[in-house]
């Protein structure tokens, strides 16, 4: 069993920075694959950023460039770093791991680009 707490959200400008933090408790968090998502009112979850447990990783297009996903072993802990912030990434931002059939979600943290 793994939980998951994201922290980091909160109101920025646009065109500023935020980072995001995914704590995780539990064994093995080297042998998940993390990801991000972020999920807006009436819209499906989407997939922002992933890494796997080798560390490889991916994107959205749409944040390609402007956001890092990283991971940290030792802590238990992955990271969503987000610069040049648009309006339009506004979300609640999802971490979730996995690792064959076993998929977790932590309870989100709300991320507003407003000025």
């Known amino acids: 069993q793994v939980q998951l707490v994201e922290s980091g959200g909160g109101l920025v400008q646009p065109g500023g920075s935020l980072r995001l933090s995914c704590a995780a408790s539990?064994?093995?968090?080297?042998?998940?694959?993390m990801g991000w998502y972020r999920q807006t009112p009436g819209k499906q979850r989407e997939l922002v950023a992933g890494?796997?447990?080798?560390?490889?990783?991916n994107y959205a297009d749409s944040v390609k460039g402007r956001f890092t996903i990283s991971r940290d072993n030792t802590k238990n802990t992955a990271y969503l770093q987000m610069n040049s912030l648009k309006v339009e990434a506004t979300a609640v931002y999802y971490c979730n791991a996995r690792r064959g059939a076993n998929i977790y979600w932590g309870q989100g943290t709300q991320v507003t680009v407003s000025s």
């Open positions: 890494i796997t447990r080798l560390g490889r990783t």
């Open positions: 539990g064994s093995f968090f080297s042998s998940y694959d």
